[in-house]
C-alpha cells in the first residue's frame, strides 16, 4: 500500500510539473507611429476607431502616460528600461548615415523575453541603428524581423532618403528587410504589409511557446499616403487630416483583423495587447492632433511627450478603468520582464519601474518623477536663471509629481486644434524669445496655459536641482556626422549595415 501511495505521488508531482504550470501570457504590443493625443475614438476625435476604442474599454486605459518627444528615445526606452542620459541617444533621432545605435552592452527587452522561453518577433520600424550588422533587430533578441531600419519611408516604394555627406543632396535607397536579408517587397501599402506578416506570424505559431509580438506599425509617419479606400465616408474632412484620417482607420481596421487572427489561433485569452504612440502627433503639415495639449512631436510641452495608451487581456483581471497614475514607457521593460518570469539581474540600472500593481490592481504608481531629457546638444538659449544649480539654458524636462519643468528651448508651444474643429490654433505665450524657464502645476493645468515659475521659485529650484542630480549620472551624448559610406548605391540601392 505505501508503495502505491509513493507511486500516486511521484505520479502528481510529475503531472502538475508537465501541466500546473501557470501559462506565461503572451505579449502583443503595437506601437504606432506619430499618433496625436486627440485621434483616438475615446478622446472625442472625428476620426473612427471601433477596435482600438473596444479593446481600451475592455482593459485600462493609461491617461497619464508618457513617452518621448521622438522616435529613436521613446523605442530606446521602451527596448532597454534606461532613460536617454543613460544611453547616449538624448539628442534627436538616429539618422540614416549616423553610425549610432543603441548601445550593445544594454540587453533588450526582447533580449530578456528570449531568455524566458519566449519566441519573439519584430514587425515593422526599427530606427535603433544599424550601420554594423550587430545592432539589427535579429541580434538583439529577436527571432525574426521584417520591416525596415530607418526612420520614415515612403508606405508602397519602401525608399527613403537621407544626408551621406553634409551640404549634398540627400541619398535615397530602399528600406526593407526580410531577417538580416534585404527584401524587395510588392506596393503593398505598409500596414496591410505589417498586419499580413503578423497575422502569419500567429497562424504559424507553436502554442506551448509563450509568444512577443513587437509590431511597430510605419503608420501615421509622413509621406501621408493610404489606399483609397480608406478615404470613404470622410468627406467633412480635408488635407492632410484627411489621409491621416485614412491612416488612423487603416491601422483600426488592422489591428482588429491581428487580434482575430489570435483569437482563431486560440491565443487571444492569454494574450496581453498594450498599444502606445511613440510621440505626440505631427500637426498641420503631418495631419496630427493633440488638442488640447499644447505642442506637437519633437517638443517637452505635453502635446510632444503625453501619450495614447492602454492595455487590455483577461490577465489584468480589470477592465473598463481609466488610470491616471504616472508612467512611462520605460516601465515596460521591468514591468513585462518580471510578468514574463524572467530576469533583471545582469541588467544595467534602471530608469524603468514595474507598474504591474498599478495595472492589475489599481494601486498607486511606483513612480512619481519622470526624466523627460536632458539634451546637452541643442543650442542654449537666454541667459542662465540661477547660478547654484541646473543650467536653464540647455534643453531639458522633468514631472515631480504634479510639477513640470521646462528649460531651454522646448520647441513650438502652440496650441493646434484639429481641422473643422471650429477653433483657432493659439501660439503659445512662452514670454521672452529668451525664456528659458517654466514650471507648471499639471494637475490643475494639464494643458501648460500658466508658468508658475516666478510664482513657485522654491518649487522651480527644487526641480532644477532634481535635473542637475540626474545629469550628473549622464554618459556623453552620441551624436556623429553622416557617413559617406552609408550610400545605398554602395549595396546595390539598398540602406544596411556599412561598417564590418
Partial sequence: MAYVIHALII????????????????ILFILADDYGYNDIGYHGSNIR????NRLADGGVVLENYYVQPLSTPTRSQLLSGRYQIHTGLQHGDIKNAQPNGLPLNIPTLANKLQDAGYSTHAVGKWHLGFYRKEFLPLNRGFDTHYGFLTGSEDHYSHRS??????????????DFRDGFDPFNTSRTYSTELYRDRAMDIVSKHD????????????????PLQVPKEYLENLAYLYGPRKIYAGMVIAMDQAIGKIVSAFQDKGLWNNTLLIFSTDNGGLVKQGGGSNWPLRGFKGSLWEGGIRGVAFVHGDILGRRQVVSNDLMHVSDWYPTLVNLAGGSLNDTLPLDGVDQWKMLSEGSASARDTILHNI?????????????????????????????????GNPGNGSWVPGECSGLEAKRGSGGEPTQNLWLFDLSRDPNEMDDLSNVYPDISRKLL??????????????YPDPDPAANPLNFQGFWGPWVS
Fill in 465 to 478: 536641482g532634481m535635473l542637475e542630480e540626474a545629469n550628473r549620472t549622464a554618459v556623453p551624448c552620441r
Fill in 375 to 407: 539634451d546637452p546638444v541643442t543650442a542654449p538659449i537666454g541667459e542662465r536663471v540661477y547660478k547654484d544649480t541646473f543650467d536653464t539654458r540647455v534643453r531639458a524636462a522633468l514631472r515631480w509629481k504634479q510639477w513640470k519643468v521646462i528649460t
Fill in 207 to 222: 502554442p506551448t511557446k509563450p509568444l512577443f509580438m513587437y509590431l511597430a506599425l510605419q503608420a501615421m509617419h509622413t
Fill in 11 to 26: 505520479y502528481i508531482v510529475f503531472f502538475c510539473s508537465v501541466f500546473c504550470k501557470k501559462q506565461k501570457p503572451n
Fill in 49 to 52: 476607431t471601433p477596435n482600438l
Fill in 161 to 174: 532618403c537621407g544626408m551621406v555627406l553634409k551640404g549634398k543632396p540627400d541619398e535615397c535607397g530602399t
